[in-house]
C-alpha cells in the first residue's frame, strides 16, 4: 500500500463549479498534512496546510482533515481556469517537519 | 514567506560531465533540505535528505556517489550530478522546513537535461 494514496484524475469541471479532491494516507501517526499546486514545469506551491481534525478555510480552497479515517481532501468554491494545475497531497508524519511523503497528483482542468 | 533560491533553472549538458545545483535559503536557516527529482507526469520522488555538516541520507535505489550532496552551511545546500547520462534528465528540486506555522519552502527547480 502506498503511503500517499489521490484520486488519479484527471479531474475536470466547469467554470465556477467546485472541484473536490481527495487523498488517503496509510500512517495512522502522520500529523502534518499539505496541499500542493503545481503548474507544468513549476515547483509546488503551497496551497493549504493542516494539522487537526476539521475544516479549514482560505479564500476559496478548504482543507478537511479525518484522522480517524485517515482522509484529507481539498475543494476549491468558484474555480477559475488559472485554477487548472496538478495537485498534491503531501503528509508528514512526525510532530517536527521531517520528510514528506507526496501522492501521485490529480490533474485538474477548470474550463470555461 | 520565506525564499529558496535555486540555481540554475535550467541545463543542458552532454554526457559524461557533471553539473552542479544550488539551494540557497535567502531569510532563514535551512539546517535541513530535501532533495527531490520528478519525472514527466510523475509526482515528486525524495532522492535524499541533507543536514547541515553531516552527511547528507539518501533514499533507496539512489546512488550517493553520482548525487553528490553538501551541506556545509546554514543556508547552501549543493546536488552534483556526477558523469550524466541522459537517464538522469529530470526536474529537480530542493525543499527546506520552515516551521510548523510555515510548512515547507519549494526551491524553483532546475531543468536537467543531459545530451
Known amino acids: 500500500q502506498k503511503e500517499v494514496e489521490q484520486n488519479s484524475g484527471p479531474l475536470s469541471v466547469p467554470e465556477g463549479a467546485i472541484a473536490s479532491l481527495n487523498c488517503t494516507y496509510s500512517?495512522?501517526?502522520?500529523?502534518?498534512f499539505f496541499w500542493y499546486r503545481q503548474y507544468s514545469g513549476k515547483s509546488p506551491e503551497l496551497i493549504m496546510s493542516?494539522?487537526?481534525?476539521g475544516d479549514k478555510e482560505d479564500g476559496r480552497f478548504t482543507a478537511q482533515l479525518n484522522k480517524a479515517s485517515q482522509y484529507v481532501s481539498l475543494l476549491i468554491r468558484d474555480s477559475q481556469p488559472s485554477d487548472s494545475a496538478t495537485y498534491l497531497c503531501?503528509?508528514?508524519?512526525?510532530?517536527?517537519?521531517?520528510?514528506?511523503?507526496f501522492g501521485r497528483g490529480t490533474q485538474l482542468t477548470v474550463w470555461p | 514567506g520565506a525564499v529558496v533560491s535555486q540555481h540554475p533553472s535550467w541545463v543542458i549538458c552532454k554526457s559524461g560531465t557533471s553539473v552542479k545545483i544550488e539551494c540557497r535559503s535567502l531569510?532563514?536557516?535551512?539546517?535541513?533540505m530535501f532533495w527531490y527529482r520528478q519525472f514527466p507526469k510523475q509526482s515528486l520522488m525524495l532522492m535524499a535528505t541533507?543536514?547541515?555538516?553531516?552527511?547528507?541520507?539518501?533514499e533507496q535505489g539512489v546512488e550517493k556517489d553520482k548525487f553528490l550532496i553538501n551541506h556545509a552551511s546554514l543556508t547552501l545546500s549543493t546536488l552534483t550530478v556526477t558523469s550524466a547520462h541522459p537517464e538522469d534528465s529530470s526536474f529537480y528540486i530542493c525543499?527546506?522546513?520552515?516551521?510548523?506555522?510555515?510548512?515547507?519552502?519549494f526551491g524553483s527547480g532546475t531543468r536537467l537535461t543531459v545530451v
Open positions: 503531501a503528509v508528514n508524519r512526525g510532530s517536527t517537519l521531517g520528510r514528506l511523503y
Open positions: 500512517d495512522r501517526v502522520s500529523q502534518s
Open positions: 493542516i494539522y487537526s481534525n
Open positions: 541533507s543536514n547541515e555538516g553531516s552527511k547528507a541520507t539518501y
Open positions: 525543499s527546506a522546513p520552515e516551521g510548523l506555522s510555515y510548512g515547507y519552502t
Open positions: 531569510d532563514f536557516q535551512a539546517t535541513t
